[in-house]
């Protein structure tokens, strides 16, 4: 009776159309009517006590360095680079959007910022070569899903406070499984690409190649300074992201001199926005975490789930399949911070290690952000590309089936992720 309350209440208040944040605190509240609990100070209590957290103070600095990133011409002189590298080989706008997308993935950790920054500045140039729109704008959206996967990551953080799981650890185990996402999608491009007839651009000259590389070396230093200090325990996640922030905007103003500081108003109040969208989520959703630990719902799963805690492979699977469900009607966030209190307990009871379970959860939330009807990333592409949801969706599919498919490998073999993060954690 208790989960019918909880689902009920939320799923309710969303399709009343309520925003997720206020729908989660008033499945909070119905559950605490419902245990007999209702207190409004306690309801407030939770609500300060979600956004009062350290780690936590890496989301609004990262989606900071993010914005800089855009507005201040690093991300557009990571995508220059790739394109002198890859632009002239047949496809080559598709690969070098994959590959920008992995540099970018290693500067911001947001995939709606890069995915709107790789639109922007790729999408033209595919369509004036002559790709399909459509396919074209799903490779984009399937190539700015890896930024959560590649630290820095905010859906890491996000995880790591919810989950109490050590969030460095989680950054350095999701580098492998994020660039085998940038793999698959590159193979998926080359098997559809081929059909196509489009004329890439002209080779780029050593002369240019240099200049690109020259031009870059700023911006490539950066997930250089944020892994390596996080390697070497030289500052926690949260100060790697103060470091992101500050060394964005040095180079952004200093270096490359593309902001103003006229510019940098813009810039603080767009990242304001989505980092306090971000955090009042997090605020409301532990409210329901505290009622789902006090009604014992965790306890109750695990007893649910009992005949497959000595097969943590079906396991894995069940709740794999669960996120993908869910992930076609609700957003990453929110996701997280439901489903991660009441999932960890099972997993835990499993055997199942926690920074490995933390990679596919959150690597299923990712692909979950290209999957209609919901799909944000999906809705940045079209919205950007000024382009029908639909069109965008067709195009979408067989590099989202080729990120499923990652997702089975990491299933079947743990050690994918496991070896490299005990290697770089050593």
Known sequence: MTVLVFLGSLLGAMALGIPIAYALLLSGMALMWHLDLFDAQILAQNVINGADSFPLLAVPFFMLAGEIMNAGGLSRRIVNLALALFGHVRGGLGYVTILAACLMAALSGSAVADTAAL???????????GHDRARAGGLIASAGIIAPVIPPSIGFVIFGVAANVSITKLFLAGIVPGLLMG?????????????????PPPRATRAEMLKALRESTWALFLPVIVLVGLKMGVFTPTEAAVVAAVYALFVATVVYREMHLKALYAVFVAAARTSAVIMFLVAAAMVSAWLIT??????QMVALLQPLLDQPTLLLIAIMLLVIAIGTAMDMTPTILILTPVLMPVVKAAGIDPVYFGVLFIMNNAIGLITPPVGTVLNVVAGVGRMPLDHVIRGVWPFM?????VLALLIAFPSIVLVPMRWLTS
């Open 294 to 299: 006090v009604a014992a719902l965790p306890q």
């Open 119 to 129: 639109a922007a500045l790729l999408l033209p140039m595919m369509v004036k070569a």
């Open 183 to 199: 793999v698959a999608i590159a193979v998926t491009w080359w098997l559809v690409a081929r059909r196509e007839g489009a004329t």
């Open 401 to 405: 089936l080729a990120q499923f498919g």
